[in-house]
T-cell receptor, first 120, second 113 residues
Framework: KAGVTQTPRYLIKTRGQQVTLSCSPI?????VSWYQQTPGQGLQFLFE???????NKGNFPGRFSGRQFSNSRSEMNVSTLELGDSALYLC???????????????????FGSGTQLSVL | DAKTTQPPSMDCAEGRAANLPCNHS???????VYWYRQIHSQGPQYIIH???NNETNEMASLIITEDRKSSTLILPHATLRDTAVYYC??????????????FGQGTRLTINP
């Protein structure tokens, strides 16, 4: 089956603009998580959505927001872009339907290839 | 902050076993050890995870010490395609814990021909 799809693959914006990134999870996966990756800070958790509700949130300012639709697709938005927002934004999906904790796909994250955002 | 300590880089000859160590001395009873890897220009890929027993799957083996303060990921027959950054992560067990992973700097593993 198809993997996690993120669009666009590359994006160039200028300071002060806003941007929306899209993520389509693996078919049947109901949880979508977002991560930011920079050379200095590495991979950092942004937030996680499950059944259209944000369930977990990382330590990022309110300029970073997201949402999830009824078909599990997710978008994240960054408003008032800053130079430091330049990063690879990764989306990951996982299944909630595996039978037991500690087994199966339930606790595996499947990542997309990311959207490379450059802020000029 | 990441709860794990890994060597920044390692080398291994193709065809040999690659043993990647990880220290997690502050791990608590309900926390699992997860391993992911990231090949250049791709998103991280799940490898394996475990609580206290050794685990094996088609990709690798995970050996966790009895006191759970350290673990070793073993790639039994490394190939050039195993060159990647390997992340050892400690996170709460269960569905929610697995979503909000705290990645450290990882180990850059280079497989040499």
């Amino acid at each position: 089956k198809a993997g996690v799809t993120q669009t666009p693959r590359y994006l160039i914006k200028t300071r002060g603009q806003q941007v929306t990134l899209s993520c389509s999870p693996i078919s049947g996966h109901r949880s979508v998580s977002w991560y930011q990756q920079t050379p200095g800070q590495g991979l950092q958790f942004l937030f996680e959505y499950f059944s259209e509700t944000q369930r977990n949130k990382g330590n990022f300012p309110g300029r970073f927001s997201g949402r999830q639709f009824s078909n599990s697709r997710s978008e994240m938005n960054v408003s008032t872009l800053e130079l430091g927002d330049s990063a690879l934004y990764l989306c990951a999906s996982s299944s909630y339907m595996a039978p037991l904790a500690g087994t199966g796909d339930r606790e595996k994250l499947f990542f997309g290839s990311g959207t490379q955002l450059s802020v000029l | 902050d990441a709860k794990t300590t890994q060597p920044p880089s390692m080398d291994c000859a193709e065809g040999r076993a690659a043993n990647l160590p990880c220290n997690h001395s502050t791990i608590s009873g309900n926390e699992y050890v997860y391993w992911y890897r990231q090949i250049h220009s791709q998103g991280p890929q799940y490898i394996i995870h475990g609580l206290k027993n050794n685990e094996t799957n088609e990709m690798a083996s995970l050996i966790i010490t009895e006191d759970r303060k350290s673990s070793t990921l073993i790639l039994p027959h490394a190939t050039l395609r195993d060159t990647a950054v390997y992340y050892c992560i400690v996170a709460e067990g269960g569905f929610q814990g697995a979503q909000k992973l705290v990645f450290g700097q990882g180990t850059r593993l280079t497989i040499n021909p």
